[in-house]
């Protein structure tokens, strides 16, 4: 079939208007991310932060970022940010579990898918994320028990905790005393004397150990960390208060971030449950899955172990956090 000189002319004009665009006009259009992280309270939360970003350079994901130092009332304003730019897709790690459905129906009206990473809301209508993935801490809490009721097993008499909760209202604090209690209501013996937050940092860890400390002295047994960060703070405290850490006070602890692998070869951290931040690959991953249309599970748990200090020596080299 010969070609018509009209159709052979609009053939030549589109062959010579391809020729002047640049390349770059027919490459992909970059998927864009819009991430809404916690804040940088903890060493986990660095490494989480850097797994993220290192993740979307490798992925060729263009990223936007922002740290809302722990304040639900920032993440709000970066998600509504995020749908203005009309980003690809939004992720987030909620700083508490409440408060989130007016911000998630927006991000729905305005069709931007939602993945949750490392920590969950509550909410009753699941169509407003596509999918959570992060650690299972009500099984965390439950690994610092069974370890703790091991170890005290012919333990004559009362063990008396005290606990440094993390975050008020967030998942991993909620779940993670969850899970601990669960496992030592088994035994009358153990009982929690005190619990207050320490917001997973250092500086408050250690703050609300010595509080815990002025009041119980030598009545307390146990520390138990709903994270390292308050640990090695509340570390500090008891050894300025003459005692010794993981010996006159067992320290037990949740992440397993190089901090905790140090303060357990120095002997004054007793184990930590690991929980891992390494959730960057799993996030790129499921963003180039849910614009390429695939469907994703609604939950997807990163599994975990647990490093008492007999072995902390030996993993250290390991350690990717
Ligand atoms: C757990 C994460 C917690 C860590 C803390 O997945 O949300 O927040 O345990 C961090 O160290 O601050």
Redesign the pocket.
């Known amino acids: 079939m010969t070609m018509n000189r009209r159709t052979l002319n609009i053939a030549l004009a589109a062959a010579s208007l391809g020729s002047l665009l640049p390349a770059s006009a027919f490459a992909q259009k970059k998927l864009v991310l819009g991430f809404a992280q916690?804040g940088a309270?903890?060493?986990?939360?660095t490494a989480?932060t850097e797994s993220i970003k290192s993740s979307a350079k490798e992925a060729g994901i263009e990223l936007k970022f922002s740290d809302a130092q722990q304040k639900q009332e920032n993440q709000i304003k970066a998600i509504r940010s995020y749908i203005a730019q009309k980003v690809d897709v939004i992720a987030f790690?909620p700083v508490v579990e409440s408060g989130w459905e007016t911000v998630l129906r927006e991000a729905k009206a305005a069709k931007i898918p939602v993945v949750l990473t490392?920590?969950s809301v509550n909410t009753k209508d699941d169509t407003l994320y596509v999918t959570f993935m992060?650690?299972d801490?009500t099984e965390e809490g439950r690994k610092a028990g069974r370890w703790l009721t091991e170890k005290m097993k012919d333990q004559k008499g009362e063990v008396n905790i005290v606990e440094l909760q993390?975050?008020v209202g967030?998942?991993?604090a909620i779940d993670r005393k969850k899970g601990f209690e669960e496992i030592i209501k088994a035994d009358p013996k153990f009982k929690i004397i005190r619990s207050q937050t320490g917001d997973?940092t250092r500086a408050k860890g250690k703050e609300v150990m010595e509080a815990f400390l002025k009041a119980e002295g030598k009545k307390i047994n146990v520390l138990y960390a709903?994270?390292?960060?308050m640990a090695i703070g509340a570390i500090q405290a008891i050894e300025e208060a003459g005692l010794k850490p993981a010996k006159d006070i067992t320290v037990i602890s949740?992440?397993g971030?190089k901090g905790a692998f140090e303060a357990m070869i120095a002997g004054k951290l007793n184990v930590s449950v690991e929980?891992s931040?390494l959730l960057g690959p799993q996030l790129m991953q499921a963003v180039k899955d849910i614009k390429a249309g695939k469907t994703l599970p609604k939950r997807i748990v990163t599994e975990e172990g647990i490093f008492p200090m007999e072995v902390a020596a030996k993993e250290f080299p390991n350690r990717k956090y």
């Open positions: 916690v309270e903890s060493e986990w939360r989480n790690s490392d920590r992060g650690s801490f993390g975050t967030s998942a991993p997973f709903h994270n390292d960060d949740i992440d971030v929980c931040p």
